[in-house]
């Protein structure tokens, strides 16, 4: 059973299993192994850091992007505001 069923499908659960200073590698639940660089921003912050330790921890599933191996700065329950784009 998926976690959540998503309309875009580079979008997948995956549970984090290391943390590096430079990359966070995650486990989807098709079974793929992903490494994902983290960003200047994560490797400077170290809160930043320790929150991927704690989520790392409790084995909480994360919604990442499998396509272009990136972090969400939100979860399965924030929906993000839209954007009206500018003509």
């Keep these: 059973m998926k976690l959540r069923d998503t309309s875009q499908p580079n979008i997948v659960a995956a549970k984090i299993i290391k943390v590096t200073p430079k990359n966070v590698t995650v486990i989807t639940e098709e079974g793929h192994l992903l490494k994902i660089p983290l960003t200047k921003q994560y490797r400077e912050?170290?809160?930043?850091?320790?929150?991927?330790?704690?989520?790392?921890?409790?084995?909480?599933?994360?919604?990442?992007?499998?396509k272009l191996k990136k972090l969400f700065s939100y979860d399965w329950l924030f929906v993000p505001a839209l954007v009206p784009a500018k003509n």
């Design 45 to 66: 912050d170290k809160t930043l850091r320790a929150s991927l330790v704690d989520i790392l921890k409790a084995g909480i599933w994360i919604p990442v992007n499998k």
